[in-house]
């Protein structure tokens, strides 16, 4: 048996080509969900700030909240939403709760 030389091999753990990881959806192994409760949630941005995935979108416009009214609404994109938590712990408000996969 021969083995290939190093320079043989394909380049790993490397992204060749930017935004690459958008065509392959990565939430498959999540077990726990977050769902962000808007009525508790006082648009601090620390969610969106702190996830290592970039999933918290950040969307304009007019949101009516109970009887408020908001510029700007979270949204979490669950195809790539590992299921980590560190938007529900960075949460001041608890506005994020992990609630088991389905």
């Known amino acids: 048996m021969t083995l290939p030389k190093a320079t043989e091999l394909p380049i790993g753990a490397v992204v060749t080509e930017p935004g690459s990881t958008r065509r392959n959806i990565t ?29 918290i979108v950040e969307l304009k416009g007019i949101f009516k909240v109970g009887n408020r009214t908001y ?22 408000t608890k506005a994020i709760e992990m609630v088991p996969e389905t």
Do not use: F
């Open 71 to 92: 510029d700007t609404k979270y949204e979490i994109n669950y195809d790539y939403c590992k299921g980590c938590g560190i938007c529900a712990n960075e949460c001041p």
């Open 27 to 55: 939430a498959g192994w999540r077990a726990l969900r977050p769902v962000i409760h808007d009525d508790r949630c006082v648009r601090c941005q620390l969610c969106w700030l702190y996830c290592p995935e970039g999933t």
